[in-house]
Nanobody
């Protein structure tokens, strides 16, 4: 069964850190781009970070660059290390995946057809 399963959400005070993980399973072949999106109440979903799992190339939204770091154990497990969290980072965080041929498309937030169920991140001031 194809699935993306997020873990690691929770509550933290401003300035704190959290680490999210996404387990990718059941795809053959595995998607070569895995990303994190988030959606805050009343706001549109936005891309946060992405990684090309074959070459390790990453891409970050401007709002998180320098605070969030995406990494991977392998093509099946990716992580999002979130530091210096602020209340505006509060959202449901979703893992998503896609296949691309051109590595430059890791910088596009489009064409993600595979999604996890999401995990809540709450940052209090």
């Amino acid at each position: 069964q194809e699935q993306l399963v997020e873990s690691g959400g929770g509550s933290v005070q401003a300035g704190g850190s959290l680490r999210l993980s996404c387990a990718v399973s059941g795809y053959n072949p595995s998607p070569n781009v895995v990303a994190w999106f988030r959606q805050a109440p009343g706001k549109e979903r936005e891309g946060v970070a992405a990684i090309h799992t074959a070459i390790g190339r990453t891409f970050y939204a401007g709002s998180v660059k320098g605070r969030f770091t995406m990494s991977q154990d392998n093509a099946s497990t990716v992580h999002l290390e979130m530091n210096s969290l602020q209340p505006e980072d509060t959202a449901i965080y979703y893992c998503a995946a896609k296949y691309i041929f051109n590595p430059d498309y890791v910088e596009s937030w489009s064409h993600y057809y595979y999604w996890g169920q999401g995990t809540q991140v709450t940052v209090s001031s």
